[in-house]
């Protein structure tokens, strides 16, 4: 599955931001990198920063391994 990167920069200018109900929210795959779904490029409700959001690079998801 693939996902959006957000280096340093990316992270502190776009988590956190909101429009209405919806908001964006990075969390830290495996690797620790600053992700976010891919969905958020297509959500109107982020149209606003849209251009921002289509400069983060795209990756494959490395999900943090848990035990049960």
Same mark, same amino acid.
């Given at each position: 599955?693939?996902? /959006? #990167?957000?280096?340093?920069? !990316?992270? %502190? ?14 969390? !830290? ?8 779904? #891919? ?7 982020? /149209?606003?920063?849209?251009? !921002? /959001? %289509? ?8 999900? #943090? #391994?848990? %035990? /049960?």
């Amino acid at each position: 599955m693939e996902v /959006l #990167k957000a280096n340093t920069a !990316q992270y %502190e200018a776009l988590n956190g931001f909101t429009n209405g109900n919806s908001y964006i929210s990075f969390i !830290q795959d495996a690797n620790d990198n600053w992700i976010i779904g #891919k969905e958020v490029l297509t959500d109107d409700e982020f /149209l606003e920063i849209r251009n !921002q /959001l %289509e400069e983060l690079e795209v990756i494959n998801y490395n999900p #943090k #391994k848990t %035990e /049960l």
